[in-house]
């Protein structure tokens, strides 16, 4: 399995509240990905790292933010929480195809977020 | 943008029978790869099968296999043989093979129920 930890995993929060989520990998991947996913919406991206202090927008981005400060993590933050932020969040993590086979992304486990 | 459509939020098959779950894609590029994901109810990301579009014959994984028609832009999966384990959401992805940080497009899942 790839090393990929998300944490926490589990967490309510109240509206209003900053949240952060951390994704750590030890693979050494250069591109990191945070999704969102919600019944109906398959998984959406967030917010990607292409390398540290590299981040660009995804599909849904409105009200996050997200670091990388080293390769190893990369971190979204809710700075105010909504209801409508409510999701289960995942992190990928792949290299480029050059270097590695393309179906080498790796997802963590899963991090639920409830806002209540 | 590249889209993904799933155009069956469920499906149901009896065990030891064969279901097919439709995929559809839009994208103006010539060489990209394909994707089906199966997530368990842990939510665990599982690739299924992969197929590359500059590739003709179409992927085969035990029971699973697909069939890719690239003028089309379709990609559907055959579960042969069901079983009670293949029983999940099923994730339908695009992927350039080239730039744009590598990302998956999902589609919005299909639900598969295997009846004993």
């Known amino acids: 399995d790839a090393g990929i930890t998300q944490s926490p995993r589990h967490k309510v929060t109240e509206t209003g509240t900053p949240v952060t989520l951390r994704c750590h990998q030890t693979?050494?991947?250069?591109?990191m990905y945070w999704y969102r996913q919600d019944p109906g919406h398959g998984l959406r991206l967030i917010h990607y790292?292409?390398?540290?202090?590299?981040?660009d927008k995804g599909e849904v981005s409105d009200g996050y933010s997200v670091s990388r400060s080293k390769t190893e993590d990369f971190l979204l933050t809710l700075e105010s929480a909504t209801s409508s932020q409510t999701s289960v969040y995942f992190c990928?993590?792949?290299?480029?195809?050059?270097?590695?086979?393309?179906?080498?992304?790796?997802f963590g486990e899963g991090s639920w977020l409830t806002v209540v | 943008a590249q889209t993904v459509t799933q155009s069956q939020p469920e499906m149901s098959v009896q065990e030891a029978e064969t279901v097919t779950l439709s995929c559809t894609y839009d994208?103006?590029?010539?060489?990209?790869?394909l994707f089906w994901y199966k997530q368990p109810p842990s939510r665990q990301m599982i690739l299924v099968i992969r197929?590359?579009?500059?590739?003709?014959q179409n992927a085969t994984e035990n029971r699973f296999s697909v069939n890719f028609q690239k003028a089309a832009k379709s990609f559907s999966l055959k579960i042969s043989d069901s079983q009670l384990g293949d029983a999940a959401m099923y994730f339908c992805?695009?992927?350039?093979?080239?730039?744009?940080?590598?990302?998956?497009?999902f589609g919005k899942g299909t639900l598969l129920t295997v009846n004993p």
């Open positions: 693979e050494n991947h250069r591109y």
């Open positions: 992805a695009y992927r350039k093979l080239r730039g744009s940080n590598y990302k998956l497009t």
């Open positions: 994208t103006s590029e010539s060489d990209y790869y």
């Open positions: 197929q590359e579009a500059y590739k003709q």
């Open positions: 990928a993590i792949s290299d480029s195809v050059v270097r590695s086979p393309p179906d080498t992304i790796y």
């Open positions: 790292s292409y390398g540290v202090k590299d981040t």
